[in-house]
Every structure is written in structure tokens, then in C-alpha cells.
């Protein structure tokens, strides 16, 4: 039998309430499967760490992580209390350090969602967004001039290498062959003259090597709304680490709300582990009421799997859950009236009775 380590790092607010769950479903399919076993360490960092240790994570963190095979996480922040500068630094700091480059978000329209989008449906919505995930705007280079004085100034630079672009941009091609061989690259290099005409030029020198790719590119304020407009246009969609991320939660929106996207933070040489998470922030204004969709997190576990290279018990989750939201199997969020509990619960009714 096959054994993986895995670090839980569940985090604040609603990111207990829905790793709790999908650490269920996860149990549940590989006791189902009976091939492999996941061996779970659970760390309790985030902001109740920092209230005893003056430290959302010990020092010693990235060490503590290095040696799992993968790490899930439910969601940090709680920006009423601790800053989220603050409390996202660990998991930039993760994400570059081990080298997890590649962001993965799709955005699917499962049966039985609706769409904010009036007349679309799920054959519509189905595309992923690959975020750079290592560079880019997300790099802390540059600083504060004369702080707090009228006349302050901040300096942010981003930071786009050839490297960077280059293996981000592969990593798309190659997503795209395994979908419907369509890429779309959003920049905004009609302002961004250095940055992004590089990005340009990178996309101009590989797009030959994958001829089968229809290849497209887009100026990020094009992109938002064409993604509202068509969004059938779109399959892959490359970007940089900001313009990734703000892309990502309209996705997660128009596929039907952001309690049902997941995402990656993958290292695709496995030279480290790989993360895995919702999309969806910590919600502090809904923790601890038991409302919190859990899907998100457990189509985030299926990821996972599929990272493992267990792919038929990641496919058996997202029939589970396809098969749940279909039946009208839906937390308040989607317009239904299920607690956290009882809509992971129907996930696993549907796992069991496949």
C-alpha cells in the first residue's frame, strides 16, 4: 500500500470548518480505494498561533514542511485582528521557496449551479487560469521613503524573469493539449512596456513548438470582460502572479461562486511539495456558524490526489460532488440550505453509493 505524508495546515476562520471536511472525504476515499493511506500531521498556525507566539508560523516552518509529500490548507486571515500582509507572508514565502510556480484555478460550472452569467451553463464555463506563482508582483522589491511625512514615497517593483515566463507559459501549452488546445496569454503590455513585452515575445518564440494550440492574447481589462462576455472563449488562461490572481476570483465567480473553486500551488518537478487550497478566503464574519461550502476545499483535496497520482479516487470526488450539487445538495451560499457538514456529508453519500 502506498503512503503519503501530508501536512494540514487548516488556519483561520472557515478554513477549520472545511478542511475538517474534506479531510473526511479524503478518508473516506482511500478506505474506498484501498490502494494507498494518507497519513495526516495537523499544525496549528495561523492567527491563534500568533496570539500565544507573537508568530503566525515558527521560525522553523519551511524546514517542519519540507519533508511531506504534499500540504493542504483550509485559509488564513483574520484582518480585523492581525494584518494580512501579515498573515500571508508564510504562504508567499512557501510558494517561492519551494518553488511552487505553477497556480492552478479552474473555473467549472458543475450541473445544477447557476451562473451569475444569465443564459450560461455548465458546457459554457470551463476553462483554468494559470497564475505565475513565483515572481512577478509578488516579490518584495522595493521599500518606503520618508514614512508617515506628506511627502512619502512607496516603491513596488515586480520581478518577470525568462525562466519564470518560459516555464509558466510550457506548463500552459501543455494543460491546454490535455484540454481543448486553446491558450490565451493576458498581460498589459500596451502600458507595462518592459514586463510584459517580454511576456510577448517569450509567447511568440514558443507558440510554434505546440502548433496544435490555438494561441491568443489579451490585455488584462479585455480579458475581465470578455470573461463576462464569452466566457466559452477560454480554455487555459496564462497570466502573471497579480493579474492570476485577480483573474481567479471572477473564475471562481462566474463558476457559479467562489465556495466551489479550488486551486494548487504546484511544484511540477516535485523538488518540494506542492500546496493545495480554496480559493476562498478565511470569512471571518461567517466562522464558527457552520454555513462555510466546503466544496471548494474538497474538489482542493481531488487536486491533491491527482498531484499524488492517484487519479481514479481523484475522479471519484469530483463525480461525488458533481453527482451532490446536481441533486440540489447545496450550502446558503448556492441558494440552498445545507450546513458545512451536511453538504460534505452528501458528497460522501454520493461517494459511497457509486
Not at 503512503?3 to 495546515?9: D, L, P, R
Not at 508567499?92 to 458543475?110: G, M, S
Request: proline residues 6%.
Amino acid at each position: 500500500m502506498k503512503q503519503f505524508e501530508i501536512a494540514v495546515y487548516p488556519g483561520d476562520g472557515i478554513g477549520p470548518e472545511v478542511t475538517d471536511e474534506a479531510v473526511r472525504v479524503l478518508h473516506a476515499v482511500a478506505q474506498r480505494d484501498g490502494t494507498f493511506a494518507l497519513n495526516l500531521t495537523t499544525f496549528p498556525w495561523g492567527y491563534r498561533y500568533w496570539e500565544q507566539h507573537g508568530r503566525v508560523v515558527p521560525e522553523d516552518f519551511i524546514d517542519v514542511l519540507r519533508p511531506f509529500d504534499a500540504i493542504f490548507l483550509g485559509a488564513v486571515g483574520w484582518p480585523e485582528k492581525l494584518p494580512d500582509h501579515v498573515t500571508l507572508a508564510p504562504l508567499v514565502e512557501i510558494r517561492q521557496t519551494f518553488d511552487q510556480y505553477a497556480c492552478v484555478r479552474p473555473a467549472k460550472l458543475l450541473p445544477g449551479v447557476r451562473s451569475v452569467l444569465a443564459d450560461k451553463g455548465p458546457e459554457q464555463i470551463d476553462f483554468v487560469v494559470l497564475r505565475e506563482n513565483s515572481e512577478g508582483e509578488y516579490v518584495n522589491v522595493g521599500g518606503r521613503f520618508k514614512r508617515g511625512q506628506a511627502d512619502e514615497i512607496a516603491v513596488q517593483t515586480a520581478v518577470h524573469s525568462r525562466r519564470g515566463v518560459e516555464r509558466i507559459l510550457r506548463y500552459g501549452f501543455a494543460l491546454a493539449l490535455r484540454r481543448r488546445q486553446r491558450l490565451t496569454m493576458v498581460t498589459k503590455s500596451n502600458a507595462q512596456r518592459f514586463s510584459y513585452v517580454m511576456w510577448d515575445e517569450i509567447l511568440e518564440t514558443l507558440a510554434p513548438e505546440f502548433p496544435a494550440v490555438e494561441v491568443d492574447r489579451q490585455h488584462c481589462d479585455a480579458a475581465v470582460m470578455n470573461m463576462v462576455r464569452m466566457p466559452e472563449h477560454f480554455d487555459v488562461i496564462v497570466a502573471s502572479n497579480l493579474f492570476g490572481d485577480l483573474l481567479t476570483d471572477l473564475g471562481g465567480t462566474i463558476g457559479g461562486g467562489l465556495g466551489l473553486a479550488p486551486s494548487t500551488n504546484t511544484n511540477p518537478q516535485r523538488t518540494a511539495p506542492s500546496m493545495f487550497e480554496p480559493v476562498h478566503g478565511s470569512a471571518p464574519d461567517i466562522a464558527g456558524q457552520g454555513i462555510a461550502n466546503p466544496v471548494a476545499a474538497i474538489l482542493s483535496a481531488a487536486m491533491m490526489l491527482d498531484h499524488l497520482e492517484l487519479h481514479a479516487a481523484a475522479e471519484r470526488i469530483r463525480n461525488a460532488v458533481e453527482r451532490a450539487m446536481a441533486s440540489g445538495a447545496q450550502t446558503r451560499d448556492l441558494g440552498g440550505t445545507l450546513t458545512t457538514r451536511e453538504a460534505a456529508t452528501a458528497v460522501l453519500e454520493q461517494l459511497e453509493s457509486a
